[in-house]
């Protein structure tokens, strides 16, 4: 159950057009698909360090106060439905503010491991996000570990995926009506996987 809640909504999550997916896409452009998803590994190794910061946080949580950590666990939920009322209501935003000149892989990876790292929601999400799917009466670490790397293979996946928007679909996407569609739907995966969570009884 904790699954099907759980890899909808972090799908959503990673599809989100926020500023690495649209920088996937302007990479992917102007260098190719390939060069966009090799310089991903950048985001990726920053959300890798986010993710163990976070997990080692939860612990200490989890393992002090079961109390707290079920507050934890509303708020989160509170907090997808915020996240997805902003996204419903977020205007679309062009992907062509987001060029890139011409630059080593090297130097594409760096961009996007400074994007990720320098944006504050990035650490939200997994302070926030991954924990409302813990069990608290369960090993935290290996949980993390789990729904981390899962995360991070539906990051990869975004990025393909936003890369291939790049260079393929780019006339279509460009499209201010087919990207608010594009945002309501992760608004909708996202507002349920909160209610879910809401709704769901203590652990």
């Not at 612990?59 to 666990?73: Q, R």
């Not at 780019?170 to 209610?195: Q, T, V």
């Amino acid at each position: 159950m904790t699954l099907l809640l759980f890899l909808p909504a972090c799908f959503a999550l990673n599809m989100a057009p926020g500023p690495n997916n649209l920088l996937s896409m302007a990479n992917a452009k102007q260098y190719g698909i390939r060069v966009a998803c090799y310089a991903g590994v950048g985001r990726l190794v920053a959300f890798m360090g986010m993710i163990a910061l976070a997990a080692s946080g939860l612990a200490t949580v989890l393992y002090a106060s079961e109390t707290l950590f079920f507050f934890i666990k509303i708020l989160g939920g509170l907090y997808l439905i915020w996240m997805a009322f902003q996204l419903w209501r977020a205007e679309p935003v062009n992907s062509d503010q987001t060029m890139v000149q011409g630059k080593s892989l090297m130097q594409l990876a760096r961009q996007e491991f400074l994007l990720a790292a320098g944006n504050p929601k990035a650490i939200l999400i997994f302070t926030a996000f991954l924990p409302q799917f813990i069990d608290s009466g369960r090993a935290v670490e290996s949980q993390f570990l789990v729904l981390g790397a899962l995360f991070l293979v539906l990051e990869w996946v975004a990025i393909a995926i936003y890369a291939f928007f790049g260079q393929s679909l780019r006339h279509w996407f460009s499209r201010p009506s087919m990207r608010r569609l594009f945002n309501r739907l992760c608004a909708s995966l996202l507002g349920s996987a909160g209610i879910g969570l809401l709704l769901a009884p203590r652990q």
